[in-house]
């Protein structure tokens, strides 16, 4: 891990357990913790496409599964360490 991803990754520890919490994704088979868990790889590699896929997917089921308003708050916090480490999080500018 380096200096860039560190903060990044803290973040992500503590988005986890929230995630870990919400209905289903404590199923051996969750598409949520799948790709939330996905993350740490992707970001210790650099690699954007990775990171941009799984974060779009996690945006994506975390809406779905009733965006709880803590997870929500933490991803968000997630999107901002990653963006301000020089990560692309999303494939297109956001309104």
Do not use: W, Y
């Not at 919400?22 to 993350?39: H, K, N, Q, T, Y």
């Not at 308003?69 to 999303?90: H, K, M, P, S, Y």
């Amino acid at each position: 891990m380096s200096e860039k991803t560190a903060r990044p990754i803290a973040k992500l520890d503590e988005l986890l357990p929230l995630l870990k919490g919400l209905p289903g994704a404590s199923a051996p088979d969750s598409e949520i913790m799948e790709a939330a868990e996905a993350l740490r790889p992707a970001i210790a590699a650099f690699h954007m496409e990775a990171i941009r896929f799984r974060m779009h997917t996690v945006d994506r089921l975390l809406k779905s599964a009733g965006d709880d308003i803590r997870c929500r708050r933490l991803f968000d916090e997630l999107r901002v360490e990653l963006e301000n480490a020089g990560f692309q999080t999303r494939s297109h500018s956001a309104p």
